[in-house]
Structures are given as structure tokens and as C-alpha cells.
């Protein structure tokens, strides 16, 4: 309904006294250039629950003017998911620490790690698999203006430990097929570890353990059974000395259009779903996702070994939205992924700066 609201909006229409959106379409830049969404800062500065919200929920609804145009409820952050037999010292916290870890497991017939390598689905990789280690990296791929940035010493590292993985072997050819195929290497313990989104895990099934346990219900239950087990953990991803370990984050959340005529029962509204009695129950349910308040997260309801590992992997990453400020989402992470997949498995001995400038320069060149 983005075109709808924003038609409304700046044709002076009927709108609606709240909106129910999402942040991982770049819904928040979109929104501000048009003037569509009130800034919600300053009323929620006031509210009891303000300093209970997850930083990062909070980041990936703030507009390029440091203004807030959602209040996030629920978010659905990236982490990655373990094998624990496969890293019996636990998952590596360092780039270095990593390679040492996967060339021990390339002895063994293993992978350290598999991932949506593939350019299919219009470039979710960028998403799903390449933003994780470029934020760890301290990476970015804008301004924070609209224009794309891609050839930094950041994102350069970071492509350039992608490149390595994939040349020396660490990651099964299967990550480069497409239609989730290489979630076939996590489910069966071949590959050791799965960066990708915190609720992927209701489509990786059935699955195998390393020790030949079999998780077989055919259902999300199988990844929970392991959780529950400790064959499978949650943690963060590694990072780059001097930063903390990156993921991509979107929320869904309430804003209020330009134009609201009962903005204070919007306000109450936003308030009551934020009170102990709803928000765990919203959040499980419509939210489909974590809880953005912090405090929810200490409910009856999040005390399972799956979102007691979540919280403790999300809250040790810093996780933000991968498309900050550029405004055409879509058209840059297929141009993304296209050259991250040019550079890691099509031709490995690209210079990887040049590419990455020329791919910047394109997509500059139409903003």
C-alpha cells in the first residue's frame, strides 16, 4: 500500500490514523523523500517503554534526519545457525579464527559454512548473505545520502574474506545453485554453519546432526528439536577487529501518516500493543517476530532455548538495515549481488575495487 499512502497523503486525501508497515523494503527512506510520515520522536521520547526498545529496531525506523517515523514492534534480525559438534570451541569470533577453523573441517570432508551464494530471487543474497559480513567488516553500502558506496577498504575486506571461503574450498558448491539449495548443506551437517535470517529456520528441515541424530518431522519443529538438544546454536556472526559482529535487521512496526485526524488514538493504540498484556501476544502472532521491546523478551513466552539463544546473539550484534538510505532497493541489490557473485565465483581474480566502483558508479549515475 506504499503508493496508495503516499498518493493520499500529497493529494490531500483521507488517510488513515495509523499504518501497519515494514522496514525491509526501504519502506522509511521512501517515506521520508515523500513527506508522507509524522516523526514520531518526540512523543515516543516521553513514553515509559522508550528506553526499553532495541537499539537497532529503533535505527532501522529513524529517516536519514535522525527523525523516527515508526515505532518498531516486532523485528526479524539475521544470525546464524551452528552446528555445535562442528565447532567444539565454540563459532569463531575472528575473521582469522574462522579460516583456521574451516581449513580443520576441509581435512575432515566438511564445510565451515554455507550461504545463498546464487544471484536468483532478484539478489536476496545481498540480503541474506553479503550484508552479514560487510556490516562485520564495518562495511556499508550508501552514504547515508542516496548514493551508493561500494568500493571501500570495508566492503572490500569483506568480499575479499567471501572470495577466500569460497576459493579455498570452505563452502559447498551447493550455495551457488539457487531455489535454496544451499540450505541442503546445513541440513545435512555437511556444512557447519548458516548465516541467514532468524526465522529461516521453518524451512530447514528435515535434518540430520553430525553424530546421526535425525530431526525428521518434515516441519519447523526439527530446528527447534535440535535447538532444544544443543545440536544446533544460535550466535553472531564473526567480526573484523574493532567492530562487532554485523547483521541485517527489519521491523515491522505502527507510523502515522501526515494528516492523521485522531493522532492521540493512534497514539493509544501504539501504546496499548507496547503494554505486557498484548505485546508478547502481537508479536508472536501478526508480528511474526522478535520482540523489539527488550523487556517482552523476559515473558513466559520467549524462555525457550530458541529465543533465549536469539537474544543473546542479537543483542551482542549490531544489526541495521543493509539498504540504509538508498532509494532504489530493489534495482541495488541485484547489482550487488551480481558483482559479489562476479567476484567470488565467476571471475576470482577480478580487482575487486575497480568492480565494485563501476557498479557504484552506475547506479549513482540514474539518482
Given amino acids: 500500500m506504499s503508493a496508495d499512502i503516499i498518493a493520499a497523503v500529497q493529494s490531500g486525501g483521507d488517510v488513515p490514523d495509523l499504518y501497519e508497515m515494514g522496514t525491509g523494503g526501504g519502506d522509511v527512506g521512501v517515506f521520508y523523500r515523500n513527506g508522507v510520515m509524522q516523526d514520531l520522536r518526540p512523543w515516543a521520547e516521553t513514553q515509559p517503554w522508550y528506553s526499553e526498545m532495541d537499539p537497532s529496531a529503533l535505527a ?51 564445510y565451515a559454512m554455507t550461504f545463498l551464494g546464487s544471484t536468483a530471487f532478484d539478489g536476496t543474497g545481498t540480503t541474506r548473505a553479503v550484508w552479514t559480513p560487510v556490516s562485520s567488516f564495518g562495511g556499508k553500502f550508501d ?39 544451499e540450505e541442503e548443506a546445513f541440513k545435512d551437517a555437511s556444512a557447519g554453519s548458516f548465516p541467514t535470517g532468524l526465522f529461516g529456520y521453518r524451512y530447514i528441515n528435515p535434518l ?16 527447534l528439536d535440535a535447538i532444544a538438544a544443543g545440536d544446533v546454536v544460535l550466535t553472531p556472526f564473526l567480526a573484523a577487529e574493532g567492530q ?8 515491522t512496526g505502527f507510523a502515522i501518516p501526515v494528516g492523521a485526524q485522531n493522532p492521540e488514538a493512534a497514539y493509544d493504540y501504539i501504546n496499548w500493543i507496547l503494554t505486557p498484556e498484548q505485546n508478547a501476544d502481537w508479536v508472536l502472532r501478526p508480528g511474526a517476530g522478535f520482540p523489539a521491546l527488550q523487556s517482552t523478551r523476559q515473558s513466559e513466552q520467549f524462555q525457550t532455548p530458541f529465543y533465549q539463544q536469539a537474544s543473546a546473539a542479537i543483542g551482542a550484534s549490531a544489526c541495521s538495515p543493509w539498504s540504509g538510505s ?17 567476484l567470488i565465483k565467476e571471475d576470482p581474480s577480478a580487482d575487486i575495487a575497480a568492480e565494485l566502483q563501476t557498479v557504484q558508479d552506475e547506479y549513482n549515475a540514474a539518482n
Fill in 60 to 110: 532501522a525506523c529513524t529517516g536519514p534526519d535522525g527523525g523516527l517515523y515508526c515505532i518498531p514492534i516486532a523485528e526479524r534480525p539475521h544470525l546464524v545457525y551452528v552446528w555445535a559438534d562442528r565447532f567444539p570451541n565454540g563459532y569463531p569470533k575472528t575473521p582469522e579464527a574462522f579460516m583456521g577453523e574451516a581449513e580443520r573441517l576441509k581435512a575432515e570432508g566438511l
Fill in 143 to 181: 552514504d547515508g545520502a542516496g548514493a551508493m558506496t561500494l568500493n571501500t577498504p570495508a566492503n572490500i575486506a569483506a568480499i575479499e574474506f567471501l572470495r577466500t571461503v569460497v576459493q579455498s574450498g570452505y563452502a559447498p558448491e551447493i550455495a551457488f545453485a539457487g531455489n535454496f539449495q
Fill in 208 to 223: 540430520t546432526a553430525p553424530d546421526g541424530t535425525q530431526y525428521s518431522k518434515g516441519n519447523e519443529e526439527d530446528m
Fill in 244 to 251: 562487532k559482529p554485523g547483521c541485517e535487521i527489519s521491523v
Fill in 326 to 342: 538508498l532509494e532504489r532497493p530493489l534495482e541495488a541489490q541485484k547489482l550487488i549481488m551480481n558483482v559479489v557473485y562476479k
